[in-house]
């Protein structure tokens, strides 16, 4: 029964290739698939073409069951594809069109063909539903599967690059936060701003957490791990930007760290020009802002 | 109590705890819960999320909104079919931890929340469900 069912939409297809391509590739072009601009029209021939062939193949050998060793190079071709277009930004259902719009003109050809039963009809419109289905679905399935892979390789490249040691001045370092610090990131924060300690011959490092959603009990771990590495090297680390409801979720916690800490990345580098001995003071050159001559104290512009 | 939203994430690895942050947050915005509970309820979910992943073996937590009386609020239930532990009081305390942490999540977890309890046996798993409410 499948055998035959398999072959019946297998000779659909070989009898009607001449009308069944174009019409295919009509709809898919209809649908917008050129608009997106990431494929071209020879390419998306070439791909219709070589499905329809792969298919052919598959059912004349080895009935329906689209898991069978038969489907093999037909998957083949369709993991590829679907792949591809998952890194090229193809929607979900732009990569999905490329199966079910077949089924159209398989059902066109079917009702040209007026050698058929009502009964041969109904089972191959039937069989070949069910199969465009199955492969439409294992379509998207690859699909998901690559997208998944190119959020795991961005995070990667997010982790190496999303954490630049700042100098602010000399002997003085920050290191804005960003993001989430649990998984590979932070192996890669701490090194990073030790190794530029020892280069630039910081006397403190500011953390800064502006930029950190949750400090849970993971984070703070990390950032103490840091500060104590940091103080072994001979820097001192100040934490800035813990915005106020993070610090009284610590509080709730039990976390305590313990450094030195200030709102802002701007009060926390004003402590570390102090602790290493300088001060910035305002000069009288802005017009119109001149301060009184005796409160310009300070060590002179 | 009425469950208004049901959602499910299953915990199996690190990125998982990020993901159960950010629905975490995401129900509590929904729910109307301030800036601070937010961050409470968040971090609550990020400890017991990990915990589940990292004592528990892994499992899933079921995410809810609720009202009671008017109430609306965050309930998370974190469920594994992990060892389990033997010593429920102990892991609470603050500092003791039997892996390589600080000790605090499973307390902080219970002083974030309004609501905290924790149901587990030696080799049936652990089930911990906190709520957050307005
Ligand atoms: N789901 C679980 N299954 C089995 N044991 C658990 C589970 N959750 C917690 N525990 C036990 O309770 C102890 C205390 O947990 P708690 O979260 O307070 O601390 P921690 O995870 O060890 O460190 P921290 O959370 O501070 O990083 C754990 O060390 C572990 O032995
Ligand atoms: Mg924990």
Same mark, same amino acid.
């Given at each position: 029964m499948a055998a035959q069912a398999g072959s019946d939409v297998a000779s659909l297809v070989s009898n009607n290739e001449k009308t069944i391509l174009p019409e295919w590739v009509? @709809?898919?072009k209809k649908a917008g698939i050129l608009h997106t601009g990431r494929i071209s029209e020879g390419e998306l021939q070439a791909q219709s073409k070589n499905f329809l062939h792969l298919l052919h193949e598959a059912l004349t050998q080895g009935g329906t069951d689209t898991t069978g060793a038969a489907f093999e190079p037909a998957r083949?071709? $369709? +993991?590829? $594809?679907?792949?591809s277009r998952a890194q090229q930004g193809f929607s979900p259902s732009e990569t999905a069109t490329f199966i079910f719009s077949l089924k159209r003109p398989l059902f066109n050809a079917l009702n040209r063909d007026n050698t058929l039963? +009502?009964?041969q009809i109904a089972s191959t419109v039937w069989t070949s539903t069910a199969l465009l289905d199955e492969l439409g679905l294992f379509t998207l399935e690859i699909f998901q599967k690559s997208r998944e892979e190119v959020i795991v390789r961005q995070q990667r490249e997010i982790a190496e690059?999303?954490?630049?040691?700042? !100098?602010?001045?000399?002997? /003085? @370092? +920050?290191?804005? @936060? /960003?993001?989430?610090?649990d998984s590979q990131r932070t192996q890669v924060v701490m090194e990073n701003l030790l190794q530029t300690i020892v280069d630039s011959e910081a006397e403190i490092a500011i953390i800064d957490i502006t930029g950190v959603p949750t400090v849970d009990t993971l984070t703070a771990q990390h950032l103490l791990k840091t500060v104590a590495a940091a103080r072994l090297m001979g820097a001192d680390c100040l934490i800035s930007g813990i915005r106020p409801q993070i610090a009284q979720t610590m509080v709730h916690l039990g976390v305590e760290l313990n450094v030195i800490s !200030? =709102?802002?990345l701007a009060d +926390?580098? =004003?402590v570390a020009l102090r602790q290493t001995g300088r001060a910035v003071v305002k000069t009288k050159r802005i017009e119109g802002f001149a301060l009184p001559e005796k409160k310009s104290g300070g060590q002179g512009a | 109590m009425p469950t208004t939203k049901t959602e499910r994430l299953g915990i199996k690895?690190?990125?998982? %705890? %990020?993901? %159960?942050?950010q629905l975490t947050r995401m129900l509590s915005v929904e729910v109307g819960l301030g800036l601070v509970d937010q961050t409470k309820v968040v971090t609550a979910a990020s400890e017991l999320a990990r915990n589940t992943l990292d004592y528990g073996g892994g499992g899933e937590v079921i995410a809810e909104i609720v009202e009671q009386g008017g109430r609306r609020g965050v309930r998370l239930t974190f469920e594994d079919k992990g060892p389990g532990i033997a010593d429920i009081e102990q892991a609470l305390k603050d500092g003791f931890t039997s892996g390589r942490g600080m000790g605090l999540g499973l307390g902080g977890?219970?002083?974030?929340?309004?609501?905290?309890s924790i149901v587990s046996a030696p080799g049936t798993g652990t089930k911990v469900t906190i709520a957050r409410w307005k």
């Open positions: 009509e @709809l898919q083949g071709m $369709l +993991a590829d $594809l679907s792949r039963s +009502a009964e690059l999303s954490t630049p040691v700042v !100098k602010l001045w000399e002997g /003085i @370092l +920050a290191l804005p @936060l /960003i993001g989430t610090l !200030k =709102a802002s +926390a580098f =004003a | 690895i690190s990125d998982d %705890v %990020v993901r %159960v942050r977890a219970k002083r974030l929340c309004n609501e905290f």
